[in-house]
């Protein structure tokens, strides 16, 4: 797959990296452009940082009903559907939780303080609580509660943005936002090749990243979830963003990063999300659901789960994994 063949765009938004390739690169622009406006509308529909985002307004109306946008509904189905689907290991009401722990603000901010934590914990658990009305489109959060889409919201703006992206141009497409990865239409006869990082971190840059294994993908999703990217110190505490709901603290996992392959990359990263919390559990539970899947222990050694090729292998996108998350 020459890189010369395909159309290639990057940038930053949503707090990450943003990687756009096209197969057709006539139809880059208006690939573009499609990306763009996705981004922008899924940031004013789910930031937990704009105080105009509806994510913002639905938990300030005090548990009142409130009305949102389609693009808003499926957001909050998707953490919802997370929740369920986890027993709870992924639940969007951890947002109090991120505030305790220092993460109030966008992340290149947040970083900056590196003072002693001064809140108390603030375990979750009370996603069953948030209703998700779809015949009225109103969604109703409880008083006090504080939502946080962070582990859905971006890899659905991934896949949307790569449909609506395939449709319009008529041709296969690749969207990364930060390692949420969404494939759609037809790939490139070698199919898309993909660097999966063991190590990365926030500063690090696409370019720059180091990839431990290369892997091929022709359709679906593949997400990573780390507890190296958006890391932390306040005070003694070294602290992520991977919050275990029981506890309110980042979850103490046995890997510090887990990549996952599934139909979609909201069923991808619901799964290597919920991997990072349930720790040494993790193997088991993908194994049964058959999703192909690479877990790095902090000290490098790795496990892989399902079809997850070898090294040097055609990789689990040479067909469409058989179950999603």
């Known amino acids: 797959m020459p890189a010369g063949t ?17 197969a057709e690169p006539g139809g880059l622009d208006a690939a573009r452009d499609l990306l ?8 004013v529909a789910c930031s937990r940082f704009r105080a105009d985002s509806e994510l913002s307004r639905a938990c300030a ?11 808003f509904a499926e957001a909050l189905s998707a953490g919802l559907a997370a929740a369920e689907l986890t027993a709870g290991d992924v639940d969007l ?63 659905l703006a991934a896949d949307r943005a790569a449909a609506t992206i395939a449709a319009a141009i008529g041709g296969g497409v690749l969207v990364n936002l930060g ?25 690090s840059k696409a370019a720059s990243v180091q990839s431990s294994q290369e892997i091929v993908i022709r359709d679906g999703g593949l997400a990573t979830s780390s507890v190296l990217g958006r890391a932390w110190r306040r005070g003694d505490a ?3 963003h991977i919050v275990d709901p029981r506890t309110g603290m980042p979850a103490r996992s046995c890997w510090r990063t887990v990549s996952v392959a599934a139909r979609t990359c909201v069923a991808a990263n619901i799964a290597s999300t919920a991997a990072i919390v349930r720790g040494e559990r993790a193997v088991t539970w993908l194994g049964e659901l058959c999703l192909p899947a690479r877990l790095v222990r ?25 179950s999603g998350a």
């Open 93 to 155: 009401t951890c947002g109090r939780a991120l505030i305790a722990l220092g993460y109030d603000q966008d992340f290149a901010s947040a970083r900056q303080f590196t003072g002693s934590l001064r809140q108390p914990l603030a375990p979750a658990g009370g996603w069953r609580k948030v209703v998700l009305d779809p015949v009225r489109q109103e969604v109703t959060v409880p008083e006090g509660m504080l939502l946080d889409l962070g582990a859905t919201a971006k890899a």
């Open 6 to 22: 395909l159309g290639r765009h990057t940038s930053n938004a949503l707090g990450t990296f943003v990687t756009l390739l096209v």
């Open 179 to 203: 390692g949420d990865i969404s494939v759609a239409g037809p790939p490139p006869a070698e199919g898309w090749l993909v660097g999966v990082a063991d190590d990365a971190t926030f500063d």
């Open 61 to 71: 109306a005090g548990g009142r009903p409130v009305p949102v946008s389609p693009l």
């Open 36 to 43: 763009t406006a996705e981004l922008a509308a899924i940031d």
């Open 238 to 240: 070294r602290l992520h």
């Open 298 to 322: 902090h000290d490098g050694g790795v496990v892989t789960v399902a079809d997850w090729p070898a090294p040097g292998g055609q990789g689990p996108g040479s067909r469409a994994p058989d």
